[in-house]
């Protein structure tokens, strides 16, 4: 029997292999400056030319791009599909807002359950420093009427805490990759509920709900709980159409009249 003789990896490639994976399971993060490349030699103990030589490689495919002495940074759209005209056209229609929102039922809910299972204490921590940002951005909006860019962001960042508690890398992407869609669906949501001035304390003890049981690592009651706030978002959104519906026809008879 013949014997391949099994070739050694060369150590650039190592390295390379190392570095995308701290990109793909989001250590590294869209838009991160690298370490230098004396710091980032010494901590994966290599020579300077072979990391040099990784992070060519991922020049090349695009994973990151150098700045002229500024250094290396992780591309900021590792997903540039979902910026085209298509996406864009989405987040102008109303009858998308109820499409993002059931899309969100499933990644949100599988997001939250996996967080619950998988999440270290550290990323607890930042779920919950995400979720305190929420309640201040709806303090800060009182004193800027019908402004709730502020918030959406910070609601996407509590999710997008949570896509990263899940560990698991394609959630957490398309997450990020989908991130303006969301932020305007987000936003969009929230200055139609505001009519409703019942609505928002519901929906943030739905969201209470939600962070206590990712921390109390209960996956299947973090799931529920996912599903309960965004099920009553969209019957709350739901009604609020039917009743502008009956509103409209109300105006276009008086004005026939």
């Not at 890398?169 to 509920?193: D, F, G, P, T």
């Amino acid at each position: 029997m013949a014997f391949k003789k099994i070739q050694q990896a060369k150590l650039s490639d190592v390295i390379m292999h190392q570095l995308e994976t701290m990109i793909l399971e989001g250590t590294l993060k869209p838009g991160q400056k690298l370490l230098p490349e004396r710091e980032l030699a010494e901590q994966f103990e290599v020579s300077r030319p072979s990391l040099r030589e990784a992070i060519q490689k991922l020049e090349t495919k695009g994973l990151v791009h150098r700045k002229q002495g500024g250094g290396t940074f992780v591309q900021e759209k590792l997903l540039s599909g979902f910026s085209d005209p298509l996406f864009a056209l989405m987040a102008s229609k109303d009858e998308s807002q109820f499409d993002l929102l059931e899309f969100r039922h499933g990644v949100q809910g599988m997001a939250a359950y996996y967080a619950a299972m998988r999440g270290t204490k550290n990323d607890f921590e930042v779920i919950n420093q995400k979720y305190e940002a929420i309640e201040v951005a709806q303090i800060e909006n009182t004193k800027i009427s019908e402004n709730f860019r502020r918030e959406a962001e910070t609601v996407f960042d509590f999710y997008l805490a949570i896509c990263e508690a899940s560990h698991n890398a394609v959630i957490l992407h398309l997450a990020r990759a989908m991130s303006e869609l969301l932020i305007e669906n987000i936003e969009k949501n929230l200055q139609v509920l505001s009519k409703r001035p019942e609505v928002p304390g519901r929906i943030a003890h739905y969201r209470k709900q939600l962070m206590e049981c990712i921390l109390s690592g209960e996956p299947n009651k973090a799931w529920g709980a996912s599903h309960k706030n965004l099920a009553y978002i969209e019957e709350v959104m739901l009604k609020l159409g039917k009743e502008n519906t009956r509103v409209t026809r109300s105006l276009r008879r008086f004005q026939s009249v």
